[in-house]
Structure formats: structure tokens, C-alpha cells
């Protein structure tokens, strides 16, 4: 019985460590695409693409970071994902569209792939 308890502590240490280390990197993301929206935002022609990409993965990140902090799973995230890639097979006919898609995309990427849930 002790033992039972010791290694449920033990797991729920390294469940906890595991999460803090996956919103470390959500965060770092998530910073460096605003930052990249932000200088974007100031400039026009093809940077307004560029803004269009980075604020699709800002809001990507934010919706993870809130899945982490209220321990939910990331189970969803790889369907959300593979959702998203079909619909960019079917019809993407516009430039904002595919960056937004893009951006989506690589951002649920990233986050399926350092969470080792890809």
C-alpha cells in the first residue's frame, strides 16, 4: 500500500514536471509569434501574410496553454490537426486563407511533436 502511494506521488511529480515543461515551450512559441505579428502589423504588401500566419498560431498556442493549465488532455489535438490538413487539400483558393490554415497547422504540429503525441 505504501509503496502504491509512493509511486502515485511519483507519477503525478512526473505528470506535473512533463506539463510545466510543454507550456515552457507553448509560451516560448507563443511569444516569438507575437513578436512576428507585431513587426508585421507595422509593414503592408506580402507582411500582412505574414501577420496572417503568426496570429493563427497564437491562437493555437492559447487554446493549448488553456488545455495544460486545466489538465485536460491533448488527445484532441491530433484529429484537430488532421482536420485542418485535410481541409487544406480540398480548397484553399485565397492567399489569407492558406496562411491562416498554414499557420494553424504548423503550430498543432510543433505541439504534437515535442509532446510526442504526432
Known sequence: YVFSIMEENTN???SKAKTERYKQFIIERLRGAKKIVTRSERRTGTSRLTEIHFKAKISIYEQVLELLTNDKPLK???STYNQ???K????????????K?????EALGE??????NM
Open 12 to 14: 503525478y511529480a512526473q
Open 76 to 78: 484532441s489535438l491530433k
Open 84 to 86: 485542418k490538413l485535410s
Open 88 to 99: 487544406l487539400k480540398k480548397a484553399v483558393r485565397q492567399l489569407n486563407q492558406f496562411q
Open 101 to 105: 490554415l498554414t499557420g494553424e497547422i
Open 111 to 116: 505541439i504534437l511533436i515535442y509532446t510526442k
